[in-house]
């Protein structure tokens, strides 16, 4: 059982704690910036990633990895890791994280799709799995929160900030997707996943080096520094999301196909739900609660 879906198993456990670590990150972001928070979770999974590589290979650098695998998981990080990520932060300023997982909730139709047209196809239960799994998580997103959404960017209009959130949300939907299919490509041949994951964290830290000089926030990422509660926060969210997560969804598309882990880890807004209750001590209503149980069930779908 175990190994015959460890796919699966690795993409829910990659859910549960990106889930987890998006509370550090937010309350790192609301003190020092999405792009600081961004940038420097990405170098410290480098470091972490270096230092386990020679426990996976043998070496410090994963030189086990063919022209090939360099070129692929290089595309794949610096759409996932970068253009991804850098859109998704700035789409939840703008309109704010329900919205933007609600969007984020294609990345699976989106993934299964590319991956069909490059013969990686999903059965007809994968695919009514994944789409009672999206029901469930649209279901709980769609609902209206109990509490006010994050004001805008100051200085922005309301719908300049909807319109620019939303082009945003749908362009790291496309390259989180594209990323996806592109490193499962890879991970059915080149089996070190930890390898794989540093030469994907690797590739996007050229990206935040140039977009940060571009807006000269190099001063800004200093503070972290002097900020010791943003510090915290920060390490945590790095250790368990971009380390561990990261590392677990190169295992999931290893053995599982990209629509599958999509589909999986976008239960993060119904896996959210009981650390709403804990952390920001929101009400869960019956719609929230019955939207997480049509999810769960299309994941247990997915790995029956």
């Known amino acids: 059982m175990l190994s015959t879906h460890l796919g699966e198993l690795a993409s829910l456990a990659t859910a549960i704690l990106w889930t987890v670590s998006s509370i550090f990150f ?47 998981l290089g595309i794949s990080g610096f759409l996932g890791f970068f253009l991804c990520d850098v859109c998704l932060f700035k789409a939840m300023l703008l309109i704010g994280p329900r919205r933007v997982l609600l969007i984020f909730s294609l990345t699976p139709p989106i993934a299964a799709l590319a991956s069909f047209v490059i013969g990686d196809a999903l059965s007809l ?8 799994t999206l029901a469930g998580v649209a279901w709980v997103v769609l609902e209206r929160p109990n509490h006010d959404e994050e004001p805008p960017i100051p200085g922005m209009s309301l ?17 989180s997707a594209i990323g996806m299919v592109v490193s499962r490509e ?34 800004v990422l200093f503070l972290v520094l002097r900020d010791p509660p943003a510090r915290t926060a920060l390490g945590i969210g ?26 999986i ?36 779908l997915l790995m029956l």
């Open 238 to 263: 790095s250790v368990l999301g971009s380390f561990g997560g990261s590392l677990l969804m190169m295992v999931g598309l290893r053995y599982s196909s990209a629509g599958v882990v999509t589909t």
């Open 159 to 175: 719908l300049k900030a909807h319109r620019c959130g939303v082009a945003l949300a749908l362009f790291a939907t496309a390259t």
């Open 186 to 219: 890879v991970m059915l041949d080149y089996h070190n996943v930890a390898g794989a994951t540093l030469i994907r964290a690797l590739a996007a830290l050229p990206g935040y080096v140039v977009l940060t000089t571009a807006w000269r926030r190099w001063r």
């Open 26 to 72: 937010t309350s790192a972001g609301k003190r020092i910036g999405a792009l600081p928070v961004s940038f420097l979770r990405i170098v410290i999974a480098c470091v972490l990633l270096v230092a386990c590589t020679p426990l996976a290979a043998g070496r410090w650098l994963p030189a086990d990895a063919d022209g090939r695998a360099w070129l692929l």
């Open 265 to 300: 880890t976008a239960t993060m807004p119904v896996l959210i739900l009981p650390l709403s209750i804990a952390v920001y001590h929101e009400r869960i209503s019956f719609r929230a609660v019955a939207g997480a149980v049509v999810a769960v069930a299309g994941v247990a």
């Open 125 to 132: 239960r994968s695919w009514v799995a994944m789409a009672i």
